[in-house]
């Protein structure tokens, strides 16, 4: 005989509904589609983490154990005297025994100096492509099909054909080794943010301003004081593309700021592994610097990272 207790169902009043009872979760069929996705998936996540993985488990290494445990997955012996290395904390005796060159890069000023030029480019640029973004979306003006596809033609030039003519004007307005001619060429915008800002803006309910131009508000003020404030998200995203692009640029802050005191982070570290015998590069300092000049950017993409997403469904952009 079975001593179980059956628990009866709360007694329910009468007029009132039953509650339902909670759906099962129902099991997807097997599909192959899904596997390959997902094997997919996986393979590009591997790709992707693998060089940064790699280049942590470099920096973590003693330079004695590089090439004797470079097929380890882990360091045997972790220590984080490369940093130190790279951050300046030690003499060029102390970088020497530690199996460094005897290089030394200022870091910290070239961090700083990266921290302010993609600052720049990435407010003015995102500020100025919502200008230019809202205009071709909301104003009526002559030709503005026609001017906005030739900006979108400008999408297919790729950027070092712009190169020698930027750096020419650059020359001869005298700002070579300069933070202005560092952002003088990214400071306005580009053909892809601009056409981002107008994707978002023709989402925009066309009701909302005409209520603001029906109170006697301009142009002018129905942009800086509604249509900005409701583009958050798409500002948030542009500047961030914006700030990642400008901080791994190499090639123009190369160019224009070969002195030290506007050197980029980037810039630094090829001048640092210059500075390394061709016979025996400093990898670990090499790898301890690059592990550095990324965590800025990760944080963004962490803090931020979702904006990016959400304002790329809302825009339509795949």
Same mark, same amino acid.
Do not use: H
């Given at each position: 005989?079975?001593? =179980?207790?059956?628990?009866?169902? %709360?007694?329910?009043?009468?007029? $009132? ?5 909670? /759906? ?17 998936? +996986? ?11 790699? !280049?942590?488990? =470099?920096?973590?290494?003693? %330079? ?50 990266? @921290? ?14 919502? #200008? ?11 030709? /503005?099909? %026609? ?41 306005? !915008? ?19 301003? $005409? ?5 006697? &508000?301009?142009? &002018? ?15 948030? =995203? ?17 160019? +224009?700021?070969?002195? $030290? ?25 090499? #790898? &301890? ?12 993409? @962490? ?6 997403? $959400? ?8």
């Amino acid at each position: 005989m079975s001593l =179980t207790t059956q628990v009866s169902p %709360a007694p329910v009043a009468v007029g $009132e509904e039953r509650p339902a009872p909670p /759906r099962r979760r129902e099991r997807r069929p097997f599909s192959i589609g899904r596997v390959l996705g997902w094997v997919v998936l +996986i393979v590009s996540l591997v790709l992707t983490l693998f060089p940064f993985y790699w !280049m942590l488990k =470099t920096a973590l290494t003693p %330079a004695a154990d590089v090439i004797r445990n470079s097929s380890a997955f882990f360091p045997d012996n972790p220590t984080i005297i490369n940093f130190a290395r790279v951050l300046g904390f030690l003499s060029p005796d102390e970088d020497r025994a530690a199996g460094g060159s005897g290089a030394s890069i200022n870091f910290l000023l070239y961090l700083w100096n990266s @921290v302010v030029y993609c600052g720049l480019i990435g407010f003015f640029q995102t500020l100025f492509c919502a #200008m230019g973004g809202y205009a071709f979306a909301r104003l009526k003006f002559p030709a /503005r099909n %026609a001017l906005f596809s030739v900006l979108i033609a400008a999408l297919m030039v790729p950027g070092i054909f712009t190169l020698l003519p930027n750096f020419v004007l650059v020359r001869d307005l005298g700002l070579l080794d300069n933070l202005l001619g560092m952002v003088a060429p990214s400071l306005l !915008m580009t053909p892809f943010a601009i056409f981002f800002m107008r994707q978002f803006f023709l989402n925009i309910p066309v009701d909302v301003e $005409e209520a603001a131009l029906l109170d006697g &508000a301009g142009k &002018a003020r129905v942009f800086w004081r509604i249509a900005l404030p409701m583009s958050k998200g798409p500002l948030i =995203t542009i500047g961030l593309i914006t700030v990642v692009w400008a901080w791994k640029d190499f090639l123009w802050p190369l160019l +224009i700021g070969r002195d $030290e005191s506007v050197r980029t982070v980037t810039v630094g570290l090829g001048v640092y592994l210059q500075q390394s015998p061709n016979t025996q590069p400093d990898w670990t300092g090499l #790898m &301890a610097g690059s592990t550095l000049s990324v965590i800025p950017v990760l944080i963004l993409l @962490v803090f931020l990272g979702r904006r990016i997403v $959400e304002s790329l469904n809302f825009t339509g952009i795949k």
